[in-house]
């Protein structure tokens, strides 16, 4: 690439009608940088350009280059390359799914008992915890502990994968901090538990913090 | 005859202690005992049963009169004794014999008389099942099955009022069949209490009772209306019945969320229930809809599942009810799906949902709700949830959701509503704090160029793609009145321009070729009417003209609603071209005044 081209017409030339709208934009189209072009409207299809672009602009666009001196290959690459992956949307690799919500966690966890401090669970494994869930006045909502210890017994913990979304996020992202036999308290915010909603059908209101006492009893 | 009859019982009871009753004496005690039937002589009958000495002769013949008393109570219900007698045979006759004679009086029933016979049977069955002890599991499986084929048979009421009249006696069998799982799941729930781990004869109970509420969830439970809005008292059989069944299910172990969500095999004996099978399917679609929409049992369920897995799971569902074409199931899956997606945030869905067969099926299932189906209320039902769908999409998959759209549609109207959608979502994304890449930026461009063209090139009827293209130019017309700030994302105009500008030019040819194809059948039409004036009015409006549009037949319709089609048509040429020429002019000011660049 020539690092500075001559230039090849006068002003009058320009303005003259001898020389087309075409052949002005496809030697700038030819000769200067990506983003000058973006800059000055020039890009795309040569005819579209020429019935949407005045005479007068291509000449201040001409001059401009030769100016700014911004011919191709001049820029750095980066420019180029990041115009190449707008244009390529269809082969964009496939993003894991993970909401981007960065920021602080949205839950806050005491220990009530400790764990064995080594069997932590991964995303993906099988976690069994017994649980109670109650809103900031106190309110039990849900529990999955029987009232009487005989019939605790012989029930069973409440069973998922931990770590794929399918419950809320507070428990994901809090469950993964407890290892086997911690007791723990999570105070979940309302964007890591349910929201602006709610869930009004199991009596939690819109914009709730929820508490839960969980005891993680078998990570598989 | 009375001091015959002793002779004989007396040798009967002795024959009793020596075993050795022969088939002649069966035969005869069974007609003594037909004929007290029959003579209304049942009170005599009865104390007889009853007689203590009598014991042993009715422990070893005393089935043998089951059939005609079933029968004789099935006549006059109010036989009270005959039905004191089968009661005592219940509890006194071998299980064992007893529980086959009962199992072929519920096989195979005269459909008047299957309601009258289960409310019956089922509490004798009952009874017998219960003397069985630790034997008794396969034998609750037959009856339950048994029971719950004949009322299966029963036509479901549709109405409140059929509800009530319950004319068939399903309401009736679905009572009695919830008292009769009572003491086994009782059993059930005492045997997990008291010891670690079930006997195999245990799991099996729970396996019987599970298929039993499986399929009872599909049938009838699937076809009934039970609708909280509508029974608010909550009185209904059915809606008990319902009640017990999701209570059943975590009593003997089956805590829904593993049925609903997971379709983990089972560490038990597995029963086909528990599969992939389309009847599973139904009786998770059920339940799935009496828990989440009609809200039974609710308060027992977890609230710690993240609503988009929930309706992820629910999708399944909803695809299996909307895929039948029975009112019922339709209606269930709409509303199934209206709940799943009111608990989720607007515009959160990731587009990875789309990848799942459910997300695509549904979606397609609606379509077919709204073009064809014949019951207004369900297409307006069916067309909120679509737009509820839409708008809980998140960004980058109402893009892929709408590009699919257009591409399967086969039918203007969808397509057009599609269309207006991607006009709002554009309009939305270019206002501050909604800006969205998928809808502003060069990411909008295929899916314009998806939109804005003609498939099927000059030959498209513009009658038939009408709605399409209406919003098409719609759309055209708001991209290029907003095009300042187009000019903030480089590059998108030009391309813009190319489209619009091959779009307008063949629809120019289109509506050419539609207007010339249109007036010709106009005339040819009035010319027609003047010579068929006469056998009109003679015929009286019967006369149906068969008009071909395009090489395809149009349906039979009266002469003069063909004709106002036509004049309709032409119309809305007109309001096309019209649209066109503003559309080219704002176009043009642009470029004059030079905010176009």
Known sequence: MAAELTREWSD??????????????????????????????????????????????????????????????????EDVTEHVKNVKMEDKPKEVVEVVDEGPPKFFKSVLKKGDKTNFPKKGDNVSCWYTGSLEDGTVFDTNIPATARKKKQSKPLSFKVGLGRVIRGWDEGILTMSKGETAKLEIEPEWAYGKKGLPDSKIPPNAKLIFEVELVAVD | MAGQLQDVIQRWREAVVEDGLRPEDHELFQNAGLMCINQGDTTQLLDFIQDEKNKGIVESMGCGLLASLVAEVLKKKSSFTCQAVITHLAKTCSPMELMLIFLGQVDDLHPDLIADTIVLMAPHLQTVLLRLGEEKAPWVGLALAALQKQVSRLPVPYTKEQEVEDAYGLCRCCSALARFMEPFVEEVKRKDNSEDGGTASDNQLKTELLKFCMGSLREPLLQAQLDQAIDIHKQSPLWHFATDILATLPAIQEPLPGLLFYKALKKREKSDLLTDSTEAQESRACLAYLLFVQLITIESFPAVFSPVFVLQCNMEYIDVLLSRKEESFLLKGLELYTKSLERVEDNSLPVELLDLKSFYSVPQHLVQILTVCPIQGLRERGFKVFQLFIDKLGPEAKHKFFRCMIKTSRHAGVEGYIIKNIKNQIELSLKPGHESEWFVGIQVLPLLRLVLCFPRGPETDLLNSMDRVMESLNLLRYLLMRDMDWQQTSSIWPELCKIEEDYLQMLRVCLALSRAYYTGQVKNMREDKKIQAQEAREARGALVQTMTVKNEKVSDMTPEMQYQVLQCALVTFDLMESLVIRIEEISEEKVKTGTAV
């Not at chain 1, 299809?45 to 001059?63: C, G, H, P, S």
């Open chain 1, 12 to 77: 009058e030339q320009l303005k003259s009608d001898d020389l087309s709208k075409k052949d002005v934009i496809k030697f700038i189209q030819d000769n200067a940088t990506h983003s000058f072009l973006a800059e000055h409207k020039l890009m795309g299809n040569i005819k579209n350009v020429a019935k949407t672009a005045k005479k007068e602009q291509l000449i201040i666009a001409y001059n401009d280059l030769f100016k700014s001196k911004r011919f191709l290959g001049s820029e750095p690459i």
